[in-house]
């Protein structure tokens, strides 16, 4: 019979309260979660719950200190462990703080470099796809939600719309479509920004080389397409829109069968 491994046994209760600093005390309970044998079951639960807990309490931390980008990081790798309704109890808590330090902070009218710095904007971007996933979540919607939603949308909305690069049209679009859904009101000026986007796009297709990916250019054909079937769009925008996806669906034609006569690159 082999002897056993030699080492210090602590008791579980005394080990998840250690006097250490959070992050070494995380470090150690990781390794010994890598070390435990499968029948530990009891022990694996609880250290696999306390590092969640630490993860957590790390992420709201980043958030409080304004670490938006750091947030996201975490929140991306923690998301998928959680369930449904933590997640959802997570990032309830999470957008005020957001709706707080993105569009509060900056105003009714932000500054043209705060609505054109692309950290910004990509952070509103991240902050609108969270509320998306928050909204598909199970649990009751506080009264605050679709306010916030309509501003963390509309302030991303008008961040992208001053990006300059053709790969953010994609998202300009996404964008504006959802603004729409979320404040009818503000179809006056997104109906014609959406029509703008594609017009760009059919451009930039008729220049050598100016789109990489032409797939962006389709979807963007098809959403605006499906604008066309909306009973509240005017018919003089309805017109303007048809006539656009028309002439954007011939020029990807055309840059396709180009693509195809091509020689391969050898």
Not at 96 to 123: F, I, T, Y
Request: with cysteine; charged share 25%.
């Amino acid at each position: 019979m082999n002897a056993a491994a030699p080492g210090v046994w602590i008791p579980l209760n005394q080990l998840l309260a250690l006097p250490l600093p959070a992050e070494p005390l995380a470090s150690l309970w990781r390794e010994l979660l890598r070390a435990l044998p499968a029948e530990a079951s009891r022990e694996r639960l609880a250290l696999e719950q306390a590092l969640q807990a630490h993860e957590l309490r790390r992420l709201e931390a980043r958030f409080e200190a304004g670490a938006i980008e750091a947030g996201f990081s975490l929140l991306d790798g923690l998301a998928p462990e959680l369930e449904p309704d933590l997640l959802a109890e997570l990032l309830s808590g999470l957008m005020p703080r957001l709706h707080h330090a993105l569009v509060e902070l900056a105003g009714p009218d932000p500054a043209p470099e705060v609505v054109a710095d692309p950290r910004r904007a990509e952070c509103l971007w991240l902050a609108d796809q969270w509320m998306r996933r928050l909204e598909a979540l199970p649990g009751q919607a506080c009264e605050l939600r679709p306010l916030m939603a309509e501003h963390l949308c509309r302030y991303a909305a008008v961040a992208w719309l001053a990006q300059p690069a053709p790969a953010a049209r994609w998202r300009k679009l996404d964008l504006l479509q959802r603004l729409v859904l979320l404040q009818p009101e503000a179809r006056s000026w997104a109906v014609p920004a959406i029509r703008d986007r594609l017009l760009e796009g059919v451009q930039e297709l008729q220049q050598d080389e100016a789109i990489a990916d032409p797939l962006h250019l389709a979807a963007l054909l098809q959403a605006c397409a499906a604008m066309e079937h909306d009973p509240q769009l005017p018919q003089q925008a309805r017109e303007a829109l048809q006539l656009a996806v028309f002439r954007g669906r011939a020029a990807l034609e055309v840059w396709q069968n180009l693509e195809q006569l091509s020689p391969p690159t050898p």
